[in-house]
């Protein structure tokens, strides 16, 4: 795998092949990211593009000294990015219902079995992060999702490390508190 400074280098100079390549290795932590925190597919697909838009927009400009600096400043992105659509969805007036008959129900997604197997465990735990505080829940995502540090979650949020450190103890334990409330066989 290329190295993320070589990579932006290559951005930089207008490389398409590396943008691509770079779009590819950090959409999954931007979408995860946007979507821990609209929990709307939708709107974490429209942050992410737009995120990358800003990127690429700002690519020259922009100077990292190692790979955590760039993902720092990605995730920190994302999350004003969600922040500004969060805004927005409670400023607009709510959407009409789509009828039954013109929802489409095909699922191009993995077999039902498999489906079952990941999306109920993942489905319990997404429920019992929404029943967390939106600091405790950013810090779980950032921290124990997307593998950031200590010190990169303090500079995102602007809290200090120490607060970043007591608050994700505090929130792994509310998470699992949660979880056991929501299923009491997880606890077997």
Known sequence: MVELATLLTRCRSRDDLAWEALVRRMQPRVYGTALHLLRSSEDARDVAQEVFVRLYRHLEALEFVDEGQFVGWLLQT????????????????????????????????????????????????????????DLNREILVLKEIQGLDVKEVAEILHIPQGTVKSRASRARLELARHVLALDPSQGA
Do not use: K, M, Y
Request: hydrophobic share 35%; net charge neutral.
């Open 78 to 133: 994302t999350r004003h990015a969600a922040v500004d659509r969060i805004r927005q969805i409670r400023s607009r007036p709510p959407r009409a219902d789509v009828p039954a008959e013109e929802a489409s129900l095909h699922d191009p997604g993995p077999s039902p079995e498999e489906a079952s197997l990941a999306g109920d465990r993942q489905a319990l735990v997404q429920r019992a992060l929404a029943q967390l505080s």
